[in-house]
Nanobody, 124 residues
């Protein structure tokens, strides 16, 4: 059974930083793609960033490009999302996801496994 557990969310002022973590368990994730998404109430889940598990390919939403960085620690089976220069519009529940393919995609429907989410709130 694949499990993804996020942590690291919280309350931060605009311009601040947070690092989200996603610990994966249940199988070897070599060849998998991993992604971060976010969602606010009443809106669809939005793509943030994605990477192959090897880290060889990454892709970012335009809204976070240059501010967010997706990375991973293979030894710890953990994926990170470093978020800098946070803005109030980044406020959302952030989800980690994984898919059984190394092809990087941005559609939530393409991901097989999801974490429970972690709340990020950016105050102005």
């Amino acid at each position: 059974q694949v499990q993804l557990v996020e942590s690291g969310g919280g309350l931060v002022q605009a311009g601040g930083s947070l690092r989200l973590s996603c610990v994966a368990s249940g199988r070897t994730f070599s060849g998998y793609g991993v992604g971060w998404f976010r969602q606010v109430p009443g809106k669809e889940r939005e793509f943030v960033a994605t990477s192959t598990w090897s880290g060889g390919r990454t892709y970012y939403a335009d809204s976070v490009k240059g501010r967010f960085t997706i990375s991973r620690d293979n030894a710890k089976n953990t994926v990170y999302l470093q978020m800098n220069s946070l803005k109030p519009e980044d406020t959302a529940v952030y989800y980690c996801a994984a898919r059984a393919s190394a092809v990087v995609v941005s559609r939530p429907s393409e991901y097989n496994y999801w974490g429970q989410g972690t709340q990020v709130t950016v105050s102005s």
